[in-house]
Structure formats: structure tokens, C-alpha cells
């Protein structure tokens, strides 16, 4: 007969057993969806010396160079001089479902122009690939479909454009292309199977010639990197990040009414005395014109990081909340013997159940990142719009008027002419506002009479 | 690391992952930027100025808050009648 003790033990190793299995079945998808990423490495050449790009970076290579004067973002990218075969390869994560953009700028001169050639490799078996070359004149584009033919030619040189490929694992797998922003091209599957990738060549495609052209590349990602910077101002999409790049926010009313947008960020031109104007029209202006007279307060002569300019001031930003703290524990130093004990006793609990600081923080920011979505952010932009309505409401504006070309601002110097009314000294502009102040009351209360009446009708 | 630290994390994490990624940040026919660019430039600047004239003349305080109380009592008065139709179509009463 079995023990009661023994029972007991059995039932506990059982349940033990039953929770490591059942932790381990719930959770090895998570290990196994570890193990592979949706790409095999991300490179941006921004880090890398300047020169040979062998052995930087983790990449194998022969000829290609690290340089700093055509990139698509950052600082730096690479290049193949047109005197050698230029290739690299890298290993990076297994990869059996993914994508790559990758960016390519081909230059116009050269007879070869150099291309590129793309190759997705497990350890050194080629499995798909990826090619622009010239053959006949032409700059043609080639991959698998299964087997490697002509899908398309390329036809944007001096300019970044991205090459991308997607691969999918499935039954059977499946891949397809994409490059210069046209559309992707049907999905091919076919005779090349994978289990994974796990590295990718970049070469350049041609043997090394004096005359042939040159080919850049930057920026290996999942997706295209759009940076907003000088050079690439349109891929900024705020105020605020155009502005901290040195751009522009172009503000048009035309523009407005032809697009229906306020403003978009463009590379920055010089000040015009005729577009210079409030919010958005501050960038227009010159140091003279820059927040004087009309523009007092809404545009200011600062340096931002891209040199002086008239920006916008920033909106009143609300006081800041108060951020959470922690209390503190009790200080236990001045008692002694058992009360010293208990306090101490008492905060060791504390602090089990005590979040820091630390830990608060990230709480507080990670709500704070609602603000940053929809319908967050839309209801406090309309706030701030009614919020800075109702501050404007507090000071009296000039009202400019253009008579046969001349622009002048209402005299209203007379409206602080004082007299009196009803036996009371006032001034013409406080009398006025009161009657039409009596005149709102009354037909107020007449919409409150009419309300009641309709309740009862 | 107490408790509580451990819970935050778990919040942290299923706000992070989970739940902060289902908001989107733009509406798909009026991106955020558009949007703010709009409202807090272009109309914002025209209404202000627009009312700048206005506000010599009128107290513009006064005004919006009588506005503001006649839009908010319609849509009382709307409300409590419909609530009494209402009863009276389920009581089926003349």
C-alpha cells in the first residue's frame, strides 16, 4: 500500500513535470520564431572608415570603398571603382522568410555602365539572384524565374534608387522583385528551394575597365530608409523634424487650395519679402522683417542647428505634469532597538511591493506614447487649436487695409477717446463693446425664452 | 527587483507590443501632418486674424461661451425629447 508521503511526492514531481512540459510546449514557437529573422543582416556604412571596405563591418570584400560624397543617408556609403571587380559578401541571420531593399546609384557616364549583381546565398550555395548589367546598349535587369532570364531594364541613372527583393518560405517557396519604385514583379517559385538564407553578395557586375561608369550603394534594410535631410527635405513630414533638418516648410495658400495641404517641407530658399507672413510664412522672412510689427511673437530670428534663420515660434508648450514618483521607504537611522527592527521589518515589505523609479519612468513614457496615435493625437492637435484661439482672444490685433496699393493698419487710436455715459467716463471702445455685449445677452435670453416655450409646446 | 517592477515590466511590454501597435498614427485619407499642418497653420492663422478685426467691436469671449451654451442646450433639448418620444412609443400612450 502506498504511503501518504510517498503519494504527496509523486503528486508534486508529477505537477512539476506537467508545468516545465507545459511552459516549454507554450513557448517553443516564440524560440523557434527567434531563431529566424525577416533579414539577414542591415548594413548603413555610416560607422565605417573611410577606404578599403574589407574587413569593416563583418564583410568580406574585394575593391570596393567606403566613401562620403554620394550617399542616400548619413554620412557615408560605398562605392566600385571602375578599374576592378568589385565583390563582398557577409553572413548574417538565417532567414527563410523576408526582404531586402537595397540602394543603388548607377552613373550615366561610361561605356560599360557598371551594374550590380545581388546574390542570396546558404553559407556559399547561390540560391537566388538579382543582376543589372549592360548588354547591347541596354541596361537590363535579371533574376530567377526560376532560372536566371531577363525580367525588366533599368532606366534611372544619377540618382539613389532602390532594388528589393521578397522571399517567402512555403510549398513551394515563392520570390519576387522590385526596383526603381516600379511594381513588384510577379511572384516566381519554381525548381529553388530553400531552408533558409544566411548570406548575400553584393558585386559589382562588370570586370574592372578605365571606362567603364560608376556604381554606389547605401543603405541594406528591410524597407527604404526615406531620412529626412537636406538633400531629401520631401521625406520630412513635420514641422518640427523639417525645421531640426535645415529644411523649409513651404506654406502657399494656392498651394492649399490646388492640393489641400498647409504646407510640406522643401529644401531651403532664400527669404522673399512677399511671402513672409505668421506660422508657417516666418521662413520667408528676413532678419529685418523677422518678428516685427504684425509678426511679433509668432516669428523669431534664431539658430536652429542649420545656421540663422525666421522660424516659427514654438507653441506654448503646457506646463509639464507631474511626473509619478516613488514615495520613500521610512528612515529607520534615528530609532533603536525593536522600533529600529519593526521600521526595518516594514520597509523590506515595502520594497517588495515598491516599483522604482526606474521602472516608473518607463511606465510613464510608454503611456505617455498614446499621444503619438490616432485619435490621440488628432484630438490634441484640435485642443491646441482651440487653446491658442482662445489665448489670441485676450489681445486686441491691427486690421491692415490696402487702398490703391498703399497697405496700412485702422487707425484706432480714437477708440481710447474717453466720455461720458450715463454719468460714467468711458472709453469709445469699451462703450461699444458693451452694447454689443447687452446686445448678445439679449438675444441670448430670447433663444432661452423660445427653448422654454418649444419645451411645453 | 520587487514585485511591482515585475508587474510594470509586463504592463510595459504588453503595451508596447501588443497594444501601442494596433493605434495607428495617420488616418489613411488625412495623414497627422496634413492635418496639424492645416489646422494649426492655415486655419488656425486665418481664424486668428480673422477675429483680430472682430474683437474690437465684440467680446469674443462672451460670444463663444453664449455659443457654446446655446449649441450644448439644443442638443439637451433634442435629447430630452427624444427621450420622452421614445417613452411614448414603448408605453404606446396618445
Not at chain 1, 511526492?9 to 512539476?16: C, V
Not at chain 1, 569593416?56 to 543617408?73: I, L, M, P, Y
Request: proline share 4%; net charge negative; hydrophobic share 40%.
Amino acid at each position: 500500500m502506498m504511503s501518504n508521503t510517498s503519494f504527496q511526492k509523486k503528486t508534486l514531481y508529477a505537477s512539476i513535470i506537467t508545468l516545465i512540459v507545459g511552459v516549454i510546449l507554450l513557448t517553443y514557437p516564440f524560440f523557434i520564431a527567434f531563431a529566424y529573422e525577416d533579414y539577414i543582416y542591415i548594413d548603413w556604412f555610416n560607422d565605417y572608415n573611410l577606404g578599403d571596405l574589407s574587413s569593416q563591418g563583418n564583410w568580406t570584400s574585394a575593391n570596393w570603398q567606403v566613401q562620403d560624397e554620394k550617399k542616400w543617408e548619413g554620412s557615408k556609403g560605398i562605392y566600385c571603382p571602375n578599374t576592378a571587380t568589385c565583390t563582398a559578401n557577409k553572413t548574417g541571420n538565417l532567414s527563410t522568410t523576408g526582404k531586402y531593399v537595397i540602394m543603388v546609384y548607377i552613373t550615366s557616364a561610361g561605356n560599360p555602365k557598371q551594374g550590380i549583381q545581388l546574390e542570396f546565398k546558404i553559407g556559399t550555395t547561390k540560391k537566388l539572384e538579382f543582376r543589372i548589367e549592360e548588354v547591347s546598349g541596354e541596361m537590363r535587369v535579371y533574376g530567377n524565374t526560376p532560372s536566371l532570364a531577363q525580367i525588366g531594364t533599368w532606366t534611372n541613372f544619377d540618382s539613389w534608387q532602390p532594388v528589393e527583393v521578397e522571399w517567402e518560405d512555403g510549398s513551394p517557396d515563392r520570390w519576387h522583385y522590385r526596383w526603381e519604385n516600379e511594381a513588384w514583379t510577379d511572384w516566381y517559385s519554381g525548381t529553388i528551394t530553400w531552408s533558409y538564407f544566411n548570406r548575400v553578395d553584393v558585386n559589382g557586375s562588370k570586370v574592372g575597365n578605365p571606362n567603364n561608369g560608376f556604381v554606389y550603394v547605401d543603405t541594406i534594410d528591410k524597407e527604404v530608409q526615406y531620412i529626412c535631410q537636406l538633400g531629401t527635405c520631401d521625406y520630412c513630414e513635420t514641422y518640427n523634424t523639417c525645421v531640426e533638418a535645415g529644411c523649409q516648410w513651404y506654406y502657399s495658400e494656392q498651394a492649399y487650395l490646388l492640393f489641400g495641404r498647409g504646407g510640406y517641407c522643401v529644401e531651403p530658399q532664400p527669404p522673399s519679402e512677399e511671402d513672409c507672413g505668421a506660422f508657417y510664412k516666418c521662413q520667408f522672412c528676413s532678419e529685418e522683417l523677422c518678428g516685427i510689427g504684425e509678426l511679433e511673437g509668432f516669428c523669431e530670428w534664431v539658430d536652429k542647428g542649420a545656421g540663422y534663420g525666421c522660424y516659427m515660434v514654438e507653441p506654448t508648450i503646457p506646463p509639464e505634469q507631474v511626473v509619478w514618483e516613488v514615495p520613500e521607504l521610512e528612515d529607520c537611522s534615528e530609532l533603536s532597538g525593536v522600533e529600529k527592527w519593526l521600521c526595518e521589518i516594514k520597509n523590506f515589505v515595502a520594497g517588495i511591493f515598491m516599483p522604482s523609479q526606474e521602472k516608473i519612468n518607463v511606465l510613464w513614457d510608454t503611456l505617455g506614447n498614446f499621444q503619438q496615435k490616432f485619435p490621440f493625437n488628432y484630438i490634441m492637435a484640435i485642443d491646441r487649436f482651440f487653446k491658442d484661439v482662445s489665448e489670441s482672444l485676450e489681445e486686441e490685433k491691427s486690421i491692415p487695409i490696402k487702398i490703391f496699393g498703399a497697405e496700412q493698419n485702422v487707425d484706432f487710436s480714437f477708440w481710447e477717446k474717453t466720455g461720458k455715459v450715463g454719468g460714467v467716463v468711458e472709453s469709445i471702445g469699451s462703450a461699444i463693446k458693451d452694447f454689443t455685449s447687452i446686445v448678445l445677452i439679449i438675444g441670448f435670453f430670447t433663444w432661452l425664452l423660445m427653448v422654454i416655450r418649444r419645451f411645453w409646446s | 527587483m520587487s514585485i511591482a517592477d515585475v508587474l510594470i515590466t509586463l504592463i510595459t511590454w504588453v503595451f508596447q507590443k501588443i497594444i501601442l501597435p494596433i493605434f495607428p498614427v495617420n488616418l489613411p485619407f488625412l495623414s497627422f501632418a496634413t492635418f496639424q499642418g492645416i489646422l494649426n497653420g492655415t486655419l488656425k492663422h486665418n481664424f486668428i486674424w480673422g477675429l483680430a478685426g472682430l474683437n474690437h467691436f465684440i467680446n469674443l469671449n462672451l460670444l463663444f461661451i453664449l455659443v457654446g451654451v446655446v449649441i450644448f442646450g439644443e442638443i439637451l433639448f433634442w435629447t430630452i425629447k427624444a427621450g420622452f418620444f421614445l417613452v411614448k412609443l414603448i408605453r404606446g400612450g396618445g
